[in-house]
DNA sequence: TGCACTTTGGCAACAGCGTTGCTTAAGTGG
DNA sequence: CCACTTAAGCAACGCTGTTGCCAAAGTGCA
């Protein structure tokens, strides 16, 4: 593997598994654990423990990352009675993705490395209204300026986070609200085109679910990350893993019916999440405005079965506490009728990490993700060993 | 592979693969396909091509499967200017599974081959709530007499499909309303125990929405499957793959909010589904039960971007109209709203498959499911080749 | 009737994956 | 000083899907 070629994770496109999709897939999940492990590190013997692959198939596959650049011997531990292990730790600095925020009257890009970390920064004025041409510009005049932070090492790719409606298969927009002249731009082609960078698009709110999705200590969790601000929307993780279904449409929090016979949405129909929402929020009642998202919070966690919710977005993060309070209520409740199943208790609410810059560390993610495997749900279930 | 051990779909624990797993994965790729064939049969050329893998991988493990008597070669296809493809099929006979439906006042069993065919079915009254011991006697009753009909083939293993909640993963029942001596009985290990079989556990509804999504045109398929009879459950399939949540909880469709200020429901908060959906029922105004039901199905589109929507259940079953027209309305409403994108068009509503035994015939999915390779959703999404 | 062509599918050799068996490295503890 | 334990690498191996080649079995035109 050579320079921007890392294209692990085998098994895109066609389902049928061979012998490159296998090494991939294993490499990918070394680079996932080693990313986990963060500053401290992991011994070779703790990777196969937790791939469940023989120690000499540790050995080769770190081997390989580390000719690559991509991992380096980091000390060794405290012995145990015999030989000190080896810890093995990440080189974030090996490559570099570029993630990317357009947002309705701001841009803002993030340089980050490997482990997601943001290096640099930047942020300019954008009307996402004006049109393509304009987008364009300032996107490819932002990404090119971050490049240099990445000081000779490979950007692997840029992601693209967007507000409206669009597909993220083919990178096409959809008819974004305010804006019907984007309807059908391929922008993540004609972006690819101007930077001669892979592009990814995605809405923002999954991006940002992505983004958070790297923080939970294992690959099993699911939450539901809710995002309040001029609109509502939520990006949903499942397993681990980022659900989009399947024309990237879900997630649409915000016109959820908790009231079917309460006041007329924008949308046509009556008692959407969002209407009641931002409508106690334009009174200045923050703690209904709480409550109409703690009810559809509640739906999400009764119908999903989630670990846990995250709240983020503008009206949110200027008044946190009314919103955590209201949520936090609502789900103490839900738990409470549903009478505690053995390891009981509510689903903790808590505040998206990342504050304003949550969507572009999240859309750089959207590039870093599919190299450090894709943890995607298990099989169906098997029956079990009798 | 001898006898009863059909332990494909490698993967399973640990996320590491190895040459077995990557084996297990490919041979049930080409059953998957062979069962999805069905009677016509696909040729070696067309797996090859649905797979990725080569003709010649396809030919080894097709003369694998033959070899096993799972597959078999069935006359040939016409000529299109070369040498005529070869058939194979699935050979239906060659295994069954047992699919065992507890409700609370009958037991339904069904023994099905391969392709998921009932050959035989079993009916006897049960009393669920009087207690383990009664209701595994009988259960074990049944099965041993179903086994009769599978005339020497192995019996992979028995499916079972219970109401209240439980834990598909340790096969353990969690308080079922009315019988709380359930709680936390061990019905999976008891059964198997009884039986000297492998049993699999889980929630009726997500049985019956695994027995309909092997009708699926192709393995992408996206629906929710809402089951209205004593109470209002869902099954929720998921790009292809039943979606259970980390604790069987996923699918609780009868406790989501659509009237915050609603009617008190039994579960002690308001404007549930179940309760808007029964007290109609009860007053004898489906139209009115049917629009509650869906306002929820609206919801469940919106947020999951589903394919399709299913309906069953015995209050529905008896009389569906008004049920597959209300909601039929509710998505339609919703496609106007959202505009019709591209594709547009409202989400089809259909009655679920299979009728009263649709639970029964999905426990017998629960055994097979797992051979014909798990489906489960893609990775969360990789750089687009620019 | 014959021959060129196309398509299907098997045989044999092969590269590369993780695994196994064994050895070396590098500590602890009596 | 030596037995013991733990970590990690080397070499040989089994098995996967792949590649290159060839036989089988049709069509279609001369």
């Known amino acids: ?3 921007n070629d890392l294209s692990f994770a085998g098994f895109s496109g066609s389902p049928g598994a061979n012998l490159p999709a296998l090494r991939g897939h294993n490499t990918a999940l070394v680079l996932g654990l080693l990313r986990a492990a963060g500053e401290e590190g992991v011994s070779r013997l703790e990777l196969a423990a937790h791939t469940g692959l023989t120690p000499q198939a540790v050995s080769k596959i770190t081997a390989r990352l580390r000719a690559e650049g991509l991992a380096a011997e980091a000390g060794r531990r405290a012995s145990t009675g015999g030989k000190p292990a080896t810890v093995l730790r990440l080189v974030p600095g090996a490559r570099h993705a570029v993630g990317l925020h357009l947002d309705r009257d701001e841009l803002t890009a993030v340089l980050t490395d490997l482990a997601g970390e943001a290096v640099a920064v930047r942020r300019a004025p954008l009307d996402f209204e004006a049109g393509a041409e304009q ?18 090492s490979p950007v692997l790719g ?15 927009l959809h008819r974004v609200t305010g804006a019907p002249h984007w309807d059908g731009f391929p922008l993540r082609d004609a972006l690819a085109a101007r930077l001669g960078l892979p592009v990814v698009l995605d ?11 790297q923080d939970l200590p294992r690959a099993a969790g699911s939450f539901g990350y809710l995002h309040l601000g001029t609109g509502l929307g939520a990006g949903l993780v499942l397993g681990g893993s980022l659900y989009r279904g399947p024309r990237t449409g879900a997630g649409e929090f915000g016109h959820q019916t908790v009231q079917w016979d309460g006041p007329r949405c924008g949308c046509g129909r009556r008692g959407c999440i969002e209407a009641l929402c931002l409508a106690a929020v334009a009174r200045g009642d923050l703690p209904a405005a709480a409550r109409a998202l703690g009810v559809g919070a509640a739906n999400l966690v009764e119908l999903l079965d989630i670990d846990r919710v995250l709240l983020g977005g503008r009206t949110v993060l200027d008044h946190p ?21 053995g390891a009981g208790g509510a689903v903790p609410v808590a505040l998206a990490r990342g504050g304003a810059r949550a969507v572009a560390d999240g859309a750089a993610e959207l590039v870093l993700a599919p190299l450090f495997g894709a943890r995607g749900p298990g099989p169906a279930g098997g029956p079990g060993a009798s």
């Not at 932002?142 to 000081?151: C, H, I, S």
């Not at 840029?158 to 096409?172: K, N």
């Not at 809405?203 to 983004?211: E, F, I, M, Q, S």
Request: charged share 20%; aromatic share 2%; with cysteine.
């Open 1 to 3: 593997m050579s320079s």
């Open 135 to 152: 987008v364009l510009t300032t996107a490819a005049r932002e990404v090119t300026a971050l490049r240099a932070g990445a000081d000779g």
């Open 158 to 172: 840029v992601g693209v986070a967007c507000p409206g409606p669009l597909d993220h298969t083919t990178g096409v």
């Open 203 to 213: 809405k923002d709110t999954n991006a940002a679910a992505l983004g958070l999705a």
């Open 321 to 341: 506490e009314p919103f955590l309070d209201g949520v936090t209520e609502a789900l103490t409740d839900l738990a409470r009728t549903r009478g505690g199943t």
